[in-house]
């Protein structure tokens, strides 16, 4: 019996799912997973990078983190982003038929934001992405069309789930400033019912939950992001710029990149791929932020990913420019097969160290300054070293430092969480991010602490520390090993004022 496509459609994220699972927990947390793990530690209302959607996603999934192994946290996105690939089967089915659907989730499963990034990594992009879809899938249902009474609770569905995406993430404002700029521009009718502007009371209420504990504490978070994204800096940064061009390339698939802009090409010799109203749409709700991102990357730092919700927003209208093509499920299907093998090999190489070249350096202090993937190794293994050191030296009474927010996240989930230690952050805001707050929930430190930090963000604690505590002496010198081979160290210092 041959399956249908929306079959087939639940097979293949079903395969997926599997997939993610077995990266999820086979991986030690990156820099920022193991960060916004704090935001279900320690639960607000909006936090000093990003809002808190990210935070309740954990808390929910882990039964507020009764359940917090690296696995059971990612499911946070694993799951969610299982539902995103089904909404963009259902964008897919919806603007013609469901190979369209098909051809999109195929297309979702080689896109290393949408499958990676947002959908096995604990970012708040998770959330974003779900809710994001969510919200297009039912714009694109209404806004299109005449006003009519059954399309109200959709029009309001569509808002609401907007304000979810704005309080996971700001660049869903995006959304709704295509959303806005569609009806201004092309169906002006929806200005005149009040349902349209009711529906902003949702994203306005999660704007409002921002501002509010933003005043709480000075606008912090926009004075952080403005210094990272302001739009009147006009000072040439070419790095930026060619990482964040190489970066969306990259992150996106360069297949669906270079679809897209033939796409664009065939949009503006006025081919006829799906109805303009409709593809208006997804164009004005896409192409905002992808630009912006760039606009940016030419005067500050920027990230690749931070566009990537707006390539998977065009994933079906892809589907139909390509679904016609000889083969093309079987071909995209390969390509999923070899994307997985190579997720598989990554796995390995991380965890056991295949194919990359051991370090020369004879430097304890520096090994491993070099090697990214270290950021999601060892540090279980130092968690069992040091468990063991602590008990023997009687040191768990002792609180821990540290100068950043990383390593100072990992040293709290996998050093400080097993032993029931106390993590603080020493240093201004913009280095020690959320430990600001977190530091005002513990005791005053004493006049003495334990300072934790490893070869790869290795500081000297007397230039760190050295005019407050008077006596600094190194405790320990851990290994951590990858295969036979030492990968780097992890360094435990004893400073006290006295």
Not at 184 to 201: A, D, H, M, S, T
Not at 313 to 342: D, M, W
Request: proline residues 4%.
């Amino acid at each position: 019996m041959q399956l249908t496509y929306k079959q087939s459609t639940l097979l293949l994220i079903l395969f997926g799912t599997f997939l993610r699972v077995l990266l999820g927990g086979s991986l030690e947390f990156g820099n920022d997973e193991v960060y916004y793990w704090l935001y279900a530690k320690y639960p607000d209302i909006s936090h000093f990078d990003h809002p808190g959607m990210v935070g309740i996603f954990i808390q929910f999934f882990t039964v507020n983190l009764a359940f917090d192994s690296e696995l059971v946290i990612r499911l946070a996105s694993i799951i969610p982003s299982s539902i995103s690939m089904y909404i963009i089967f259902l964008i897919g089915s919806f603007i013609k038929n469901e190979k369209v659907g098909f051809v999109a989730v195929l297309l979702y499963h080689i896109h290393i934001y949408g499958f990676i990034i947002a959908g096995t990594f604990i970012l708040p992009d998770a959330p974003l992405v779900l809710f994001w879809l969510l919200s297009f899938y039912y714009f694109i249902q209404v806004l299109p069309h005449k006003p009519e009474k059954t399309s109200t609770y959709k029009l309001l569905l569509a808002f609401f789930f907007a304000g979810c995406a704005v309080y996971s993430k700001y660049q869903a404002v995006f959304l709704l400033f295509g959303v806005v700029l569609y009806v201004v521009l092309q169906r002006r009718i929806w200005l005149e019912k009040i349902v349209f502007y009711l529906g902003f009371i949702f994203p306005i209420l999660a704007v409002l939950l921002i501002l509010y504990w933003n005043y709480q504490h000075d606008f912090i978070s926009y004075k952080f992001h403005n210094d990272r994204v302001s739009l009147f800096s006009f000072s040439f940064n070419k790095n930026s710029f060619f990482r964040e061009i190489f970066g969306q390339f990259l992150y996106n698939n360069p297949y669906i990149v270079i679809t897209l802009i033939i796409l664009i090409i065939a949009f503006i010799k006025k081919k006829v791929i799906v109805k303009r109203e409709l593809l208006s749409l997804f164009f004005y709700c896409s192409f905002p932020l992808i630009i912006v991102t760039i606009y940016l990357s030419l005067f500050r730092n920027t990230l690749p990913h931070w566009s990537g919700v707006s390539y998977l927003t065009l994933l079906p209208v892809l589907a139909v420019f390509i679904e016609g093509r000889n083969n093309i499920s079987k071909k995209i299907f390969v390509g999923i097969i070899s994307f997985s093998s190579l997720l598989i090999i990554a796995v390995f190489v991380i965890n056991k160290g295949i194919f990359l070249p051991k370090s020369t350096t004879t430097k304890k202090e520096k090994l491993g300054r070099k090697d990214v993937l270290l950021d999601m190794y060892g540090w279980e293994q130092a968690s069992n070293k040091l468990t063991t050191f602590f008990n023997e030296e009687n040191l768990k009474n002792v609180p821990i430092i540290s100068n950043n927010w990383y390593p100072a996240a990992h040293i709290d989930y996998y050093i400080a969480r097993p032993n029931n230690m106390k993590v603080y952050g020493l240093g201004p805001l913009n280095r020690i991010h959320k430990y600001y707050w977190i530091n005002k929930l513990y005791p005053k430190l004493g006049n003495e602490a334990l300072y934790i930090t490893d070869s790869r963000n290795f500081k000297d604690p007397k230039g760190l520390f050295g005019n407050e505590y008077s006596k600094i002496s190194r405790l320990k010198t851990i290994p951590i090993l990858r295969g036979e081979n030492i990968v780097k160290y992890v360094f435990v210092y004893k400073i006290s004022k006295v």
